[in-house]
């Protein structure tokens, strides 16, 4: 199938383009670039010896990807562009809302205007709130989610419901993410986040010397060290969940599904620091920081019904997340190259110039 990646030159994105690929489909990328990056596509390409067209738009721009799609054959989408958390200062409510809809809308109205009928998107763990029951299963309840991003979510996903029931033909699936850390093992492709990231990129900085010291939120959780609980899926992992989901929702007898896309096992901040220690050999500094609003102490999934109807499980382990991300924070410790009409030779591989198509938060939060 030939298949459009909305975002997928961003971390989850670009993991999926290579898992796509390798699965036998060809790939067409869309990204506006404000949280992806070019080079992300371009070592994609040389991970896989396919080009990759990568259209650099806004999602939401109406016109923009209506062009694509005449131009493109497009016949499924995996939808990965939105806003999410990242702890960055003047991040409100109105960019989660107005991104993450509105993505969601154009992308749908192109959909239906040119009969593209499979479409699987992202979505998130926040739509189970900040004191999930927990393992969360996709049958509980998502209308009290606490947090701006997990309504927006959670309002996603009830679209995406509404226009795959009243859309003859139309699949829709969701994967409802958990926490994506790790790398590709060639350490070619990463999380893109110098001066921020996640759990994992923040561990990095602390061994490279970048950040004093991981802050951790709270110590007086209700879990075996204090520290919050996570569940981490390595994002390679997380990519094969994305291409089980579009082989399976053309094949699925209804319009609309919702799949967990978790590692089923809750790890705290502590243990992924122990592990990490135990990786790099190097310690790492740590100090308690204050709870913000809306954190949940435990929070992983119930993934069996991805298991059985995508026949998905993550198979790599913490250790397995902890060693790949080092290896790609080590090779690339300032990130991805700035450049928009190349990039530079990644260390442990052959770069080579971008084909432009077109133009157009600290732990436990």
Not at 19 to 31: I, K, R, S
Not at 248 to 257: K, L, M, T, W
Not at 300 to 326: I, K, N, Q
Request: hydrophobic share 40%.
């Amino acid at each position: 199938m030939r298949i459009l990646v909305t975002g997928g030159a961003g971390y989850v994105g670009s993991h999926t383009v290579v898992a796509l690929v390798e699965a036998g489909h060809d790939v067409v990328v869309v990204d506006d670039l404000s949280n992806g990056n070019p080079a992300a596509v371009s070592r994609a390409e040389t991970l896989t010896g396919r080009h990759v067209p990568l259209h650099v738009v806004d999602v939401a721009d109406i016109d923009a990807l209506e062009r694509i799609f005449d131009t493109e054959r497009v016949e499924a989408v995996v939808h990965l562009a939105g806003r999410r958390p990242t702890g960055s200062r003047g991040q409100g409510p109105l960019d989660f809302y107005e991104t993450n809809l509105g993505a969601t809308f154009t992308l749908l109205r192109c959909m239906v205007w040119y009969g593209v009928d499979r479409l699987v998107a992202a979505s998130s763990a926040a739509v189970y709130g900040s004191a999930p029951t927990v393992p969360s299963s996709e049958d509980l309840p998502t209308t009290s989610t606490d947090s701006a991003f997990g309504r927006t979510a959670s309002m996603t996903e009830q679209v995406l419901a509404d226009v795959a029931r009243s859309q003859r033909g139309l699949r829709v699936g969701v994967l409802r993410c958990f926490t994506a850390g790790g790398a590709h093992p060639s350490g070619a492709i990463g999380e893109d986040a110098p001066r921020g990231g996640g759990l994992l990129t923040q561990l990095g900085q602390v061994v490279l010397g970048v950040r004093d010291q991981l802050d951790v939120h709270g110590d007086g959780h209700p879990t075996p060290d204090g520290s919050p609980m996570r569940d981490i899926v390595h994002v390679d992992d997380l990519a094969a969940a994305f291409v089980a989901a579009v082989d399976a929702v053309g094949e699925v007898d209804r319009p609309y599904s919702v799949w967990n896309a978790g590692s089923g096992r809750p790890t705290s901040v502590l243990e992924v620091v122990r592990t990490f220690e135990a990786v790099t050999g190097r310690r790492v500094a740590y100090r308690t920081a204050a709870v913000p609003a809306g954190t949940a102490s435990v929070s992983y999934a119930d993934p069996s019904l991805a298991e059985e109807e995508l026949g998905w499980r993550p198979v790599r382990t913490v250790a397995d997340v902890c060693a790949d991300h080092w290896r790609w924070q080590m090779r690339n410790p300032s990130g991805y190259p700035g450049l928009v009409g190349g990039e530079r030779p990644w260390r442990g591989g052959v770069g080579h110039r971008l084909r432009l198509v077109s133009s157009g938060t600290p732990w436990g939060a």
